[in-house]
């Protein structure tokens, strides 16, 4: 069964304040491991995808980063419109019905103050 | 603009009632999903389509039915036998197994 634990569960940061989110996973065959943000009331927006070790995708004052075990989301001198909650997903490569699961984290919520 | 449509956007039912979920996306995605979210547990699979006319259970699809009829459209209906159906409901579709377009959301309250 895949399984995605994100770390911490929540991180208060002052604005500038850089710091990372992890990603934890187990999975049989990693087809692609997908990071969304989600502000409260609203469905999640699609921030990346990684599909081998060693990837690194950028965005703004976000970095996202692959290893055969984890992902890391850096987020570099963070500003209060960075506050959302951050989510992790993983798709297995499994032939069959089920390939187009994806298998969520529980989200890491993240509060930048001014 | 393509994108996915959820509707109501809040939704109230009372003890006993069906209520359906609509949801459609004008963007030949192949693939949708129904999940659901509560606080502190994440996005659970309710179910999940990958061509018209099939469909297969999630991981919570107990109280639940849908129906494929057609591409774009991929309606839930929460039952009577889901006993505790206050929720965040999220649509989904996705094209040759990538990444999900997500709607807006459904919040579900029973009264």
């Known amino acids: 069964e895949d399984q995605v634990t994100q770390s911490p569960e929540a991180l208060r940061l002052q604005e500038g304040e850089s710091s990372s989110l992890n990603c934890s996973y187990t999975?049989?065959?990693?087809?692609?491991l997908f990071w969304y943000r989600q502000d409260p009331g609203k469905g999640p927006e699609f921030l990346f995808t990684l599909y081998s070790a060693g990837e690194e995708k950028e965005k703004e004052r976000l970095k996202a980063t692959l290893t055969k075990k984890e992902s890391f989301l850096h987020i570099t001198a963070p500003k209060p419109e960075d506050s959302a909650t951050y989510l992790c997903a993983v798709q297995a490569g499994r032939s069959g019905g089920s390939n187009y699961k994806l298998t969520f984290g529980k989200g890491t919520l993240l509060t930048v103050n001014p | 603009d393509g994108g996915i449509t959820q509707s109501p956007k809040y939704l109230f039912r009372k003890e006993g009632q069906n209520v359906t979920l609509s949801c459609e996306q004008n963007l030949n995605h192949d693939a949708m999903y129904w999940y659901r979210q509560d606080p502190g547990q994440g996005l659970r699979l309710i179910y999940y389509?990958?061509?018209?006319?099939?469909?297969q259970k999630g991981d919570i699809a107990e109280g639940y039915s849908v129906s494929r009829e057609k591409k774009e459209s991929f309606p839930l209906t929460v039952t009577s036998a889901q006993k505790n159906p206050t929720a965040f409901y999220l649509c989904?579709?996705?094209?040759?197994?990538?990444?999900?377009?997500f709607g807006s959301g459904t919040r579900l309250t029973v009264v």
């Open positions: 999975v049989s065959g990693l087809r692609g």
């Open positions: 989904a579709s996705s094209s040759q197994g990538y990444g999900y377009t």
């Open positions: 389509s990958q061509i018209v006319n099939d469909f």
